[in-house]
T-cell receptor, first 113, second 116 residues
Framework: AQSVTQLGSHVSVSEGALVLLRCNYS??????LFWYVQYPNQGLQLLLK??????LVKGINGFEAEFKKSETSFHLTKPSAHMSDAAEYFC???????????FGKGTMLLVSP | GAGVSQSPRYKVAKRGQDVALRCDPI?????LFWYQQALGQGPEFLTY????????KSGLPSDRFFAERPEGSVSTLKIQRTQQEDSAVYLC??????????????FGPGTRLTVL
């Protein structure tokens, strides 16, 4: 069975500061890894995904994530936070045989001026 | 519109009522997924369709939950004899490819179900 652990239900940063949202996964097979963002009363939007190849993945809105197999991690980063980044972020995993996603519990990112 | 749409956006039901939630996926998308998102939690998988075939229903929490996609397009999630623990946001997602692809899942805005 697959699982995802997101450390910290809430992360607070100042505008312009580094954003780091942590995600660790467990999977018995090579995984596909995803980060989604959810704004209030909206559906989830894909930020980025890792399938194969380069382990550093760049996504939309300046976010990137690095797949580290040895650490079973897929942490999300952004060099400089913007007020519009305030939202809930979900890490997810799927195996290569099926497409269903297993999500973490989410991390709410709060950005202060 | 070009995205996934869901209706109704909000539904209030009395305990014991039956409800039906509708999902209109992106046209031409082969795969359709239903997820349940309880308050403060991440979405949890309910069921998966490839065209009209329901290939995985392992996430349905009880036999009160039933989903269909008869023509391989619109899908309906039905909950019979609703209980308070069914209160959640129900998310629908669709993707272009079949099971096993890494295609992006596009999510609808969800239906928020409140059971009183």
């Amino acid at each position: 069975a697959q699982s995802v652990t997101q450390l910290g239900s809430h992360v607070s940063v100042s505008e312009g500061a580094l954003v780091l949202l942590r995600c660790n996964y467990s999977s018995s097979v090579p995984p596909y890894l995803f980060w989604y963002v959810q704004y209030p009363n909206q559906g989830l939007q894909l930020l980025l995904k890792y399938t194969t190849g380069a382990t550093l993945v760049k996504g939309i809105n300046g976010f990137e994530a690095e797949f580290k197999k040895s650490e079973t991690s897929f942490h999300l980063t952004k060099p400089s936070a913007h007020m519009s980044d305030a939202a809930e972020y979900f890490c997810a995993v799927s195996d290569q045989a099926y497409s269903t996603l297993t999500f973490g519990k989410g991390t709410m990112l709060l950005v202060s001026p | 519109g070009a995205g996934v749409s869901q209706s109704p956006r909000y539904k209030v039901a009395k305990r014991g009522q039956d409800v039906a939630l509708r999902c209109d996926p992106i046209s031409g998308h082969v795969s359709l997924f239903w997820y349940q998102q309880a308050l403060g939690q991440g979405p949890e998988f309910l069921t998966y369709f490839q065209n009209e075939a329901q290939l995985d229903k392992s996430g349905l929490p009880s036999d009160r939950f039933f989903a269909e996609r008869p023509e391989g397009s619109v899908s309906t999630l039905k909950i019979q004899r609703t209980q308070q623990e069914d209160s959640a946001v129900y998310l629908c997602a669709s993707s272009l490819g079949a099971s096993g692809s890494s295609d992006e899942q596009f999510f609808g805005p969800g239906t928020r179900l409140t059971v009183l």
